[in-house]
């Protein structure tokens, strides 16, 4: 990665004082206009989880705007990803999440599916459990159905209709709800931009959070899907409490802090 100015020099991070190291994150942040979690801990020669740590200060301070994966500046509008992107993004995390998902699932169930590479990666890891049988599951992701396509009639999928969104391939309202409010579920498998013990979990598309809502609410069991780079985010759609969440799944490198947080919360939390 090319050296940002300002940058102190390699492994000198921690000497730095953290005033004098959230100052100079923040002038970077506002010349780049985003900066990953990771870019940074490189750039200052610190621990992601120390980045973390300052970004949380930053942004209590207004001084810049914590996002999915990293931070922008303050006032800048989010942009949401679009499924190819994001699919680039944390994919052996994610498959190590969707294989643990499939495994919590088992034959003669019904699923909810929602969007997005990680609840891909669950309906990856589900197709090749060649033990389950007789799966009905329901999703609002077109690319996700087709994926699963090839298991009729082991698997019978259910697909709910509704305002097609091309960055995630994603169906919403209006006729989605009126699929999602007439069935019920043994166990939903829900996506998210962010999980923070506070602020629940969150979604940068409001459309799509509301379908979210309507999953959650119509599973017997809440299983959120988030990798470590989303824990202690917030983003601007609310989808649940997080005493509306059974279990979060997620990968190795996750802040321990914001995992006791949710633990204590009434989680249960898994690390895949």
Do not use: W, Y
């Amino acid at each position: 990665m090319t050296d940002f100015p300002l940058a102190p020099a390699r492994g000198q991070g921690d000497a730095m004082p953290a005033v004098v190291r959230r100052e100079r994150m923040a002038d970077l942040i506002a010349a780049r206009g985003f900066l990953k979690v990771s870019d940074l801990s490189e750039t200052f020669g610190v621990s992601e989880v120390t980045v973390r740590s300052d970004l949380a200060a930053l942004d209590d301070g207004n001084a810049i705007r914590r996002v999915h994966g990293g931070a922008v500046p303050r006032g800048q509008r989010v942009r949401e990803a679009s499924f190819e992107t994001s699919l680039e993004a944390s994919a052996l995390a994610k498959q190590a999440i969707g294989s643990r998902a499939a495994a919590l699932v088992s034959s003669g169930q019904s699923v909810l599916l929602d969007v997005g590479t990680t609840a891909l990666a669950v309906a990856q890891a589900l197709a090749d459990r060649a033990d389950l049988e007789d799966l009905v599951i329901i999703t609002n992701g077109l690319n996700i159905a087709l994926e699963l396509e090839a298991q009729i009639p082991r698997f019978t999928i259910i697909v709910t209709g509704g305002a097609l969104r091309p960055l995630q391939h994603s169906l919403v309202h209006p006729l989605a709800r009126t699929v999602l409010e007439q069935v019920h579920a043994d166990i939903a498998f829900i996506g998210c931009n962010g999980v923070d013990a506070v602020a629940g979990v969150t979604n940068v598309n409001l459309p799509e959070a509301e379908v979210k809502q309507l999953m959650v609410s119509s599973a017997d069991r809440v299983v959120v899907l988030a990798d470590a780079s989303k824990l202690g985010q917030v983003s601007l759609g609310s989808v649940c409490g997080i005493e509306s969440v059974d279990v979060l799944l997620t990968n190795e490198g996750a802040d321990a802090t914001v995992l006791a947080d949710l633990a204590a919360g009434g989680v249960e939390v898994v690390i895949a």
